[in-house]
């Protein structure tokens, strides 16, 4: 998925030789969360909008230099990896640097999460399930060899969630109901967080319960 057509250039990097009175004027008149700071033409890092506010305005931007923060992407570097820098970083703008280390802009967040939405991921029709297990019990082999014995279709798959000793994936199915799915995923002893479409069994074992209790009312 190309990004370089989505690089923006209309904010020139400020000097470390600047105030940081040119950082908090600039960044009143901006939502970004970071601007970046060159010196003598070479990209350092960015200052955050929180710490611009934090220093004295005649200050140079040199002088609080401890709080510029180097990150950055490339110009080939792959969506995903653009987005988790965005992530790591807390922050709502990405400079973009050449491989000879040369400033050419900066990417936006809204644009990268919007060429995530338009993957099959969001945009094609299916279904959500979260299935959790143990750790080191768990493949995508077999996750993917589960859902396609269902003549299901894998369209995304994730880790959305690493804890001790348990990991959680999030699955987007399409081409069938989920219902077979879970119950095959159930047999592999993986637990159904949550499946975004009517399960059937949980269903009828809540209709086999409130039976059940109905007739010890009796």
């Not at 105030?19 to 070479?42: A, C, R, W």
């Not at 644009?111 to 399930?129: A, K, W, Y």
């Not at 493949?139 to 299901?152: G, R, T, Y």
Request: net charge negative.
């Amino acid at each position: 998925m190309p990004l370089q057509e989505y690089i923006i250039n209309d904010i020139k990097p400020l000097s470390i030789t600047d105030k940081v009175s040119d950082l908090q004027m600039l960044f009143n008149e901006l939502t970004y969360s970071h601007i970046p700071v060159e010196n003598n033409g070479t990209y350092i890092g960015c200052v955050s909008e929180t710490d611009a506010h934090c220093f004295e305005g005649k200050k140079t931007i040199a002088e609080c230099n401890y709080a510029i923060e180097g990150f950055f992407v490339r110009t080939h570097t792959n969506w995903l990896d653009v987005l988790e820098t965005f992530a790591q970083n807390s922050c709502n703008i990405m400079p973009v640097l050449s491989d000879k280390n040369n400033y050419l802009g900066y990417y936006e967040l809204n644009d990268i999460i919007g060429l995530f939405n338009q993957t099959p991921f969001f945009r094609e029709p299916g279904g959500i399930i979260v299935i959790e297990k143990g750790l080191v019990d768990y493949s995508f082999s077999e996750v993917s060899q589960i859902v396609e014995s269902n003549d299901a279709k894998i369209l995304g798959a994730f880790v959305s969630k690493l804890e001790s000793d348990v990991v959680q994936i999030t699955l987007k199915i399409g081409n069938a109901g989920l219902n077979d799915v879970i119950q095959t995923f159930r047999r592999y002893s993986y637990n159904i967080v949550s499946g975004h479409e009517e399960d059937t069994y949980v269903e009828n074992l809540k209709d086999r319960s409130e039976y059940l209790r109905k007739y010890l009312d009796i």
